[in-house]
């Protein structure tokens, strides 16, 4: 199949709509291989470089009616809701190859507690945790438990369903939260309590068709609303790459204690990962440990990362699919990157939207990845918490962090704030 589809192009849906998909479009379409593409749901933005379909990322029905009557010949299942839910066991079922996991790969991400499991099991490194589906048993846990502690609702929550409580009243009110309250709706109804680790956060993605794993550049999310790292929880503020203090000799012993473990545990457990998987990692002092793994591209750490890709990314999504990525050249720039996300004012909260967004002249060089846009008759608007990813590469990582907060400000719209302090972790550790 694989060798038929690379002598023709290739009409692509992308499932998505977010910064995320956007940036992923933006690598499909420089490919030769690619032909027309579809996003679904799509966003403003993503509309200038593909056809918007107006069919929700989670309406399986609708996408896998769309993608059986129209000439779509490979998706790339991008959001984790889709992917937990089946969507490409789906579109596989009626002979459309997919880029993304199974349903049972999936749960890598969808279930915090199968993910600790598999760890314990096989030795993983992470931090020591308990999981609970009863309230009064948690609420013991937590307020005899060292602090600070992590609080993680089991199921997808948007990525804010973790809860880092300093004090036992903060711990007791994340639990009834998630338990009682259904703050994360069905997602919490079981809740993991784990011991806070200390040190530099790293994110690595990596290619894997379930046999050979390519890790891309490492980065740094940035997931507080606000400068210093204060504020809530957020689906990220800001990435660089690459991460300073993921050293060559960190990087090794990922591979090794953690990459390697988990790619082959996943095949003992029959629920062999083909697509990106992701590792949110916490170098301790104890050495590298799992804090958290996704069953898809990060958003917005795609951002920073993909656009140091110098490969073709359709035959690496194509490879992971035929297990063929032995055989894929996937090579990245020595560049380093920063992505800087302008929100809505009260993200992650409570928000406006259809706030017009004005642009003056951005320079053309930087990366504009459209999160939360809507094209309306009178422009472009807001339609979400996380508006625009604005992405600047450099020589160096403080060449890239200045422009991208020069590009700020290019963009203007009611209510935008942004941190002030992207990468500044960072370049202190280079300095």
Known sequence: MIDTELKKKLNIAVIGGGGREHAIIRAIKMSPLAGKI?????????????ECVPVSATDLDGIVKFCTENPVDFAAVI?????AMGLVDLLEEKGIPCFGPRKNAAIIESSKAFSKELMKKYGIPTASYET???????????REHALP?????DGLALGKGVIIAETA???????????????????????????FLTGPEVSVLAFTDGKTIVPMPASMDHKRALDGDAGLNTGGMGVIAPNPFYTKELAERTMNEIILPTVDAMNKENRTFR???YFGLMMTPDGPKVIEYNCRFGDPETQAVLPLLKSDFVKIMLATRSGTLADCEVRFSDEASCCLILASGGYPEKYEK???????????????????TKKTDAGLVTSGGRVLGLTALGNDLEEAVSAAYEAAEHVEFEKMYYRNDIGARALAAIK
Not at 149 to 153: L, P, S
């Open 275 to 277: 697509g990106c998987l």
């Open 149 to 153: 502690v992590v609080i993680k609702a």
């Open 169 to 195: 009243k903060e711990a007791e009110a994340a639990v009834r939260a998630m338990m009682v309250d259904e703050k994360f709706g069905k997602s919490g109804k079981t809740v993991v309590i784990e011991e």
């Open 354 to 372: 259809g706030k017009p967004i004005e642009f003056d002249d951005m320079p053309k060089d930087i990366l504009v990845f459209h999160a939360g």
């Open 38 to 50: 579809y996003a679904l749901p799509g966003n403003g933005g993503i509309s200038e470089s593909a």
């Open 79 to 83: 959001p984790d809701d889709p992917l």
């Open 132 to 142: 609970f589906t009863e309230l009064e048993p948690a609420l013991r846990c937590v």
